[in-house]
């Protein structure tokens, strides 16, 4: 995106970001993505996040682009002054720390805000405001509170999601607040604070399912264990162990997949002529599809499908989609440099606007890089 030609429509936003680990680091880097300068403060020794191992090796990079970085020490009291200070030459403060820590370094919305009437303060919290507000939480946990876990695994063995689906989304909600704080301020001239919560998240993700219970009085079952409305929608095994997800949801498609699969035994079948008689005998036409399937291999079946108009997909692995055509030629995977100057691809923002992608503007900052750039704009060090 040509940021010179199509300013971004977050430029001249100033952002001050406390914040580690997922959930923080995601409201910044999409306030930054459009266009915001967001100023992120590491302690001395850089963000923990930075050197995480395992399935957390990936969080910095993932969710820190286009910031700057500045080392402050808010555990001193000087730091914690110089913090103050930059958050007043800001319109925006982050935060996702445990309860109670931000107001013990009188860095809190009720502090600042006393000073500072035009800031708008976005706490990332585990909960709301109520009973549960000074527990700690980790998506995990609010995963198994919040339903989702229980409708992802079977019966009796609750599942959490393969990725940090709670963390990423409150932070989008914590921008999306930000947003709208922004637009108020313009009418009123006074900032706000806004929170955004792991639980309450998560409870979003499961309120469909909490309005079908309302309406049948029935819990619903759990996914894998769930009365499909198709009769056709599933995953199966291919040839060489491969394996494909096929879904017909109409009666057209399902005669479309009989003849794509050269079965027309199934499609003349009187007891397969719509849905509801499908579905009624779904186990049993499921096993039929499978010893057909079986001799199919993906790659070829799946251009058939492709061709037919028949909704499928392969089981893909998130290393696989880094070389998947479609995110390559659509620009959603672009080169970012990394702070130890390796380049790797980075998945960008899933938005698409006047035809633009939010892209990558600046390397992935080092620790404290432009510390000196950012403090030498306070009056208290300009003239130190």
């Not at 306030?31 to 963000?47: F, H």
């Not at 976005?122 to 509170?145: C, I």
């Not at 997909?313 to 390796?342: T, W």
Request: charged share 20%.
């Amino acid at each position: 995106m040509n940021t010179a030609a199509h300013p971004l429509p977050l430029a001249g936003v100033r952002v001050l970001e406390f914040t580690h680990m997922v959930m923080g680091p995601t409201c910044g880097m999409i306030l930054a993505d459009l266009g915001a300068e967001v100023i992120k403060v590491e302690p001395p020794g850089g963000d923990k996040t930075r050197k995480l191992p395992g399935l957390g090796i990936g969080f910095f990079r993932s969710f820190n682009r286009n910031k700057k970085s500045v080392v402050i020490d808010i555990g001193t009291e000087e730091g914690r002054a110089t913090a103050a200070e930059l958050a007043g030459q800001c319109d925006v403060v982050l935060e996702n720390f445990r309860p109670g820590l931000m107001a013990s370094f009188g860095l809190d919305h009720a502090t600042l805000s006393q000073k500072y009437p035009r800031l708008i303060y976005v706490t990332h919290k585990g909960f709301l405001p109520g009973p549960y507000e000074n527990r700690l939480a980790l998506d995990e946990v609010v995963q198994m509170m919040g339903g989702l876990s229980y409708m992802t695994g079977p019966v009796g063995r609750p599942l959490r999601a393969g990725t940090s689906v709670n963390d990423i989304m409150g932070g989008m909600f914590g921008a999306i607040g930000v947003l709208a704080a922004l637009r108020e301020r313009d009418m009123t001239g006074k900032g706000q604070e806004v929170q955004s919560a792991l639980f309450e998240n998560c409870v979003f993700l499961s309120s469909q399912h909490m309005q079908q219970y309302a309406m049948t009085g029935e819990p619903p079952p759990p996914m894998p264990s769930r009365v499909s409305a198709w009769s056709v929608y599933d995953v199966f095994a291919l040839a060489d162990g491969e394996q494909l997800f096929i879904g017909a949801v109409s009666d057209k498609q399902f005669l479309t997949l009989c003849r794509v699969i050269e079965a027309p035994e199934l499609a003349a079948d009187p007891a397969l002529a719509n849905n509801a008689l499908r579905v009624a005998v779904r186990p049993t036409l499921l096993a039929k599809l499978g010893e057909n399937l079986k001799h199919h291999r993906v790659e070829e079946l799946s251009a058939k499908l492709e061709a037919a108009g028949i909704p499928y997909a392969p089981i893909v692995r998130p290393d696989q989609l880094a070389n998947d055509p479609h995110l390559k030629a659509s620009g959603g995977l672009v080169p970012m440099e990394c702070e130890d100057g390796e380049t790797t691809d980075v998945v960008l923002l899933p938005l698409l606007m006047g035809g633009r992608r939010p892209g990558v503007r600046h390397p992935l900052p080092g620790i404290g890089q432009h510390t000196e750039e950012i403090l030498a704009g306070l009056p208290s060090h300009a003239t130190a």
